[in-house]
């Protein structure tokens, strides 16, 4: 069973990784926390715990409120991908007034602080181990699909607890493209300090960049395989959900961006990741961010000739840093996606 704390900035494809995270096999929810990103930080912890509440989560599993913006750039938001309060168009949600949400959201309000919230998660896993050796006591992979400040918050103010972390997986950057400028991805333009910050901890990391997630579309045969139970006709409500989102996500992509196909699945890979490496292909790059910059400001830069002669053991400031994902086997994703639905129409 694989620990993860959830940062996200929910947003259509934040919802899906939510989902996925409720619902794999092999995985155990800990904690979520919110971030500003695809609409502001109060609408995506809403969003959040809408989303756990509709999936089915744990109310144990509480959303920590995180960074309103970024550590040094001004905010900005993307309501002409995700709507302006971050989940447009989406059907069957329980709005924030519907009383079956109250308890969730005032347990949710009165929790500690992202950065508190995930030390604190720690701290029980090393409490829960201490019969255990350190090799042998559990750890928390912390998987990020929005702009990475709560993350680099957590890493400045506690490194004794990043031994306690197995990985950071995060949703960003591309090699050599971007969707918000030539090369540089929205998560990282947002807030590309906190992402140079986060890429230096001595800390595992594993990206999953634009070139993957663009593979991952939901195409109309896709989206109708993800709409109705296997061999049946009809639909279920949260299939009803999953397919308003998709809908609106296709559309936005299509308008902004001209993808005729359908939309990637962006923020769904990292739990993918997570509960099934070996769906993907990863490689150890060195990689820093952009952080001045005309043109390539926000970019993810990958050191693919190993110019550096980075240190091959050290995840931290001098080292090849980080695992890029180079590819997913696509087919085999959306099994894992379908069988998740599935686990999720069952709760
Ligand atoms: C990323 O930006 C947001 O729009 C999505 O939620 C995803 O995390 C893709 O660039
Ligand atoms: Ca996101």
């Known amino acids: ?23 794999a096999p092999n995985v155990k929810l800990l904690g979520v926390s919110n971030v500003h990103g695809n609409s502001d930080s109060n609408c995506t912890f809403n969003n959040a715990v809408r989303c756990l509440y509709a999936f089915g989560a744990d109310p144990e599993v509480l959303v920590h409120r995180g960074a309103a913006s970024p550590l040094i750039k001004h905010e900005k938001h993307d309501p002409e991908i995700h709507g302006r309060d971050g989940l447009g168009g989406v059907e069957g949600l329980p709005s924030v007034t519907d009383p079956a949400l109250k308890e969730r959201l005032e347990s949710s309000l009165r929790a500690p602080r992202a950065v508190e919230g995930i030390a604190n998660c720690i701290r029980r896993l090393i409490d829960d181990g201490k019969s255990k050796s350190d090799s042998e006591s559990e750890k928390v992979t912390i998987v990020s699909t929005g702009p990475m400040t709560n993350i680099a918050l957590f890493v400045s103010v506690y490194p004794d607890l990043l031994q306690h972390v197995e990985q950071f997986v995060f949703m960003g950057g591309g090699v050599g493209i971007g969707n918000r400028s030539a090369v540089a991805e929205y998560n990282i333009l947002c807030d590309p300090e906190a992402a140079q910050i986060v ?16 593979t991952a579309i939901v195409t109309s045969e896709i989206h109708a395989r993800l709409l109705s139970p296997s061999g049946s006709q009809s639909t279920t409500p949260l299939r009803h959900t999953l397919s308003t989102l998709i809908s609106f996500f296709a559309d936005s992509y299509k308008s902004v961006f001209g993808f005729e196909g359908g939309p990637p699945l962006h923020d769904a890979l990292t739990i993918a990741y997570v509960a099934a490496p070996e769906l993907f292909r990863t490689r150890r790059f060195r990689v820093d961010i952009e952080l001045g910059g005309h043109h390539t400001s926000g970019e993810t830069v990958v050191d693919l000739w190993d110019y550096r002669k980075a240190a091959e053991d050290d995840w931290g400031r001098d080292g090849k840093n980080c695992l890029v994902a180079e590819s997913v086997d696509v087919s085999r994703f959306f099994d894992f996606f379908v069988e998740c639905i599935e686990r999720c129409d069952a709760i």
Not at 10 to 17: I, M, N, R, V
């Open 1 to 23: 069973m694989k620990n993860i704390w959830l940062d996200c900035d929910p947003g259509h494809d934040d919802a899906t990784a939510i989902l996925l995270a409720v619902s």
């Open 199 to 214: 890429l230096n901890a001595p800390v595992k990391k594993t990206m999953i960049p634009l070139n993957v997630t663009h």
